[in-house]
C-alpha cells in the first residue's frame, strides 16, 4: 500500500466516526455494557476527538517529515490500556499509516470498540487486511509498544525488553491556580477533572493552589459536574476515599461528588484530588520540574516555562496529532527501526 491508500482509509474512517451510522451507535452502546465506566456519553466524546485529526490536511502535515512511501514487512506488537474508550487508538494510527503490519492485544475491557474500527478499517480498505492481526498474545513482532501501569511495565521489561519498545508507566496530570480565573475557566477545568471520570493519564488528579487560595471558589466553579456523583462505580469510590479520610482523621474538603486531600504525590485516587500550595512562581516551577517524570501535561491559564506539555483549561482531553504519551514520539521510533 502507498502513504496515499492509507491516509485515504484513515480519513474516510474519520468520514464514519462523524456521522450518525446505526452500526457505530450499536457498538458504543455494545461498550457500555461490557463496561460502565465507557458511558456513551464519554464514548462519543473520544470518537469525535479522534475524527477530529482524521482529516486529510492534518494527516498529511503530520507524516509530512516522515519517509513512509513503501509498506515495509516488520510487525509492531501493540498493548493497548483500556482506561478510556479507544485510548490505544494513536498508536494503532501511527503503525498503520507509517507502514507498519500490527498485531493488536486489546484490554480485556475494551471487546468491542476497538475491534470495531479496525474491521471497519479493513472493510474501507482490503489492503489494510494482512496487515492487521488482533489477538491475544503477541508473537512474531519486531518492536512493541506497550502502555499499562507502574506495575506491569516490569512485566513488559521483561518479556519485551529484548526488543526495540516504548514501554509506557503510569503518567498523571495536574492544574494550577492562581486564583485570578474567572467561572467560565473553572468551568473548562472541570472537563479536564472529569471527563472519562479521571482515568486518563491527561485526566487532571492534583491542584496547585497559592498559599491563601479557598477552596469553595473551586468548588463553585465545578458545580456544574455534580451528576458524576450519580455514576454508581463512580459513587462507590467516592464514598470508600470519603470513609478512609475520615476514619484517618485527614485534612480534606468535601462538595458532595469531590474530595480534596492535601498531599505530596501527583496521582489521586479516583473521586479525589490532592492539593499543594506554591509560596511562588518560582518554587512552582522548580516542583513542576521534579514531577516531570510523573506528569502528562500542566493545565495553566498562564504559560509555563516547564518541561511537561502546557495545555489550557478544558483542553488536556484533546491531544492533538503530535501530542505524544509521555512525550516519546512514536512516529521518530518507529522511523528508526523500519
Not at 490500556?81 to 492485544?105: E, M, R, T, Y
Not at 509555563?304 to 482531553?317: A, D, N
Request: aromatic content about 10%; charged content about 25%.
Amino acid at each position: 500500500m502507498t502513504k496515499k491508500q492509507r491516509l485515504d482509509a484513515f480519513h474516510k474512517l474519520g468520514d464514519y466516526l462523524r456521522s450518525d451510522d446505526r452500526e457505530l451507535r450499536q457498538v458504543i452502546e455494545l461498550a457500555y455494557r461490557n463496561n460502565p465506566w465507557f458511558t456513551i456519553e464519554n464514548t462519543r466524546r473520544s470518537v469525535e476527538a479522534i475524527a477530529l485529526y482524521l482529516s486529510m490536511d492534518e494527516l498529511q502535515n503530520w507524516l509530512a517529515p516522515y519517509p513512509f512511501d513503501t509498506d515495509t514487512d516488520k510487525t509492531v506488537g501493540l498493548v493497548l490500556a483500556g482506561n478510556i474508550p479507544l485510548v490505544g487508538f494513536h498508536d494503532i494510527l501511527c503503525v498503520l499509516a507509517s507502514g507498519f503490519n500490527v498485531q493488536v492485544k486489546t484490554a480485556a475491557v475494551d471487546p468491542a470498540l476497538t475491534p470495531h474500527l479496525l474491521a471497519k478499517l479493513q472493510e474501507i480498505e482490503p489492503g489494510f487486511t494482512r496487515k492487521i492481526q488482533v489477538t491475544d498474545r503477541l508473537a512474531n513482532f519486531d518492536l512493541v509498544i506497550a502502555t499499562g501501569s507502574d506495575n506491569s511495565s516490569r512485566y513488559f521489561n521483561h518479556y519485551f525488553g529484548h526488543k526495540p519498545h516504548i514501554i509506557r508507566k503510569n503518567r498523571n496530570s495536574v492544574a494550577i491556580l492562581s486564583g485570578t480565573e474567572n467561572a467560565e475557566e473553572l468551568r473548562r477545568l472541570g472537563t479536564d477533572i472529569f471527563d472519562y471520570f479521571g482515568l486518563g493519564c491527561r485526566s487532571v488528579s492534583k491542584l496547585f493552589i497559592p498559599v491563601d487560595y479557598d477552596p469553595s471558589i473551586f468548588f463553585e466553579g465545578i458545580a456544574a459536574f455534580g451528576d458524576v456523583i450519580n455514576h454508581h462505580k463512580y459513587a462507590n469510590n467516592y464514598d470508600y476515599n470519603k470513609s478512609i479520610y475520615l476514619i484517618n482523621g485527614d485534612q480534606h474538603y468535601d462538595n458532595g461528588f469531590l474530595l480534596l486531600k492535601p498531599d505530596e504525590r501527583s496521582a489521586s485516587p479516583l473521586a479525589a484530588l490532592y492539593l499543594e500550595t506554591y509560596p511562588s512562581t518560582e518554587k512552582l516551577l522548580t516542583r513542576l520540574n521534579e514531577l516531570a517524570p510523573q506528569l502528562q501535561c500542566v493545565v495553566s491559564k498562564e504559560p509555563l516555562l516547564v518541561t511537561t506539555p502546557v495545555v489550557r483549561f478544558g483542553e488536556s482531553q484533546q491531544p492533538a496529532l503530535d501530542d505524544y504519551a509521555d512525550g516519546v514520539n512514536t512516529l521518530d521510533f518507529l522511523a528508526a527501526h523500519r
